[in-house]
Nanobody
Framework: QLQLVESGGGLVQPGGSLRLSCVSS????????IGWIRQAPGKEREGVSC????????NYADSVKGRFTISRDNAKNTAYLQMNSLKPEDTAVYYC????????????????WGQGTQVTVSS
């Protein structure tokens, strides 16, 4: 079981940028796909992005393509989500999650979750 801790959220103006970090402990991160998932008030959890254990494969929700970039540094047991050109509709709690397999079809398949970090985009 992995322990995951997110950080980097905060309040930014539209058009601004944030970089979220997800630090893991327990097992080597190489064997786990890492995803970023967000949840806005009153809405279901939405898969934002996922990266495979090796970092070779990535995917993104259509709503964030071209603006967000997922990456990982397995030597540091850390995954990142670089968020640029932020919009008010990006406001949500952002979670990182892990799965000992490839990136899943649905967010329900993730096995370990962090506590979340709040991202608010507002002027």
């Amino acid at each position: 079981q992995l322990q995951l801790v997110e950080s980097g959220g905060g309040l930014v103006q539209p058009g601004g940028s944030l970089r979220l970090s997800c630090v893991s402990s327990g097992f080597a991160l190489d064997y786990f796909a890492i995803g970023w998932i967000r949840q806005a008030p009153g809405k279901e959890r939405e898969g934002v992005s996922c990266i495979s254990g090796t970092g070779y494969s990535t995917n993104y929700a259509d709503s964030v393509k071209g603006r967000f970039t997922i990456s990982r540094d397995n030597a540091k047991n850390t995954a990142y989500l670089q968020m640029n050109s932020l919009k008010p509709e990006d406001t949500a709690v952002y979670y990182c999650a892990a799965r000992m397999a490839g990136c899943p079809r649905t967010v329900n398949e993730y096995e370990d979750w962090g506590q979340g970090t709040q991202v608010t985009v507002s002027s």
